[in-house]
């Protein structure tokens, strides 16, 4: 398995991306993943990929600093990739 091309935690919200490659169509991608960690009355962590109303700030300042931080690592190359 590939690893991430970035990484961010924020508060709890983690925000990974991916790059992928189609072979068949020759073209590459960028996947995000959002999941945000948690720990529950028993003291045990877990992930959970749905959201509530609350973490929607949370969520969103996660992902202006990714895109903040991962738009200055790109090319302008990168940035067309899906536009094959």
Do not use: C
């Amino acid at each position: 398995m590939n690893k991430p091309i970035y990484e961010i935690f924020a508060k709890g919200v983690q925000v990974t991306v991916w790059s992928n490659e189609n072979t068949e169509k020759g073209t590459k991608f960028l996947s995000i993943k959002v999941k945000e960690r948690y720990t529950d009355k028993q003291g045990l962590k877990h992930d959970r990929e749905f959201f509530n109303m609350d973490s929607i700030p949370l969520l969103i300042s996660a992902l202006n600093r990714m895109y903040a931080d991962f738009s200055t690592m790109i090319t302008t190359d990168d940035r067309n990739i899906n536009k094959n």
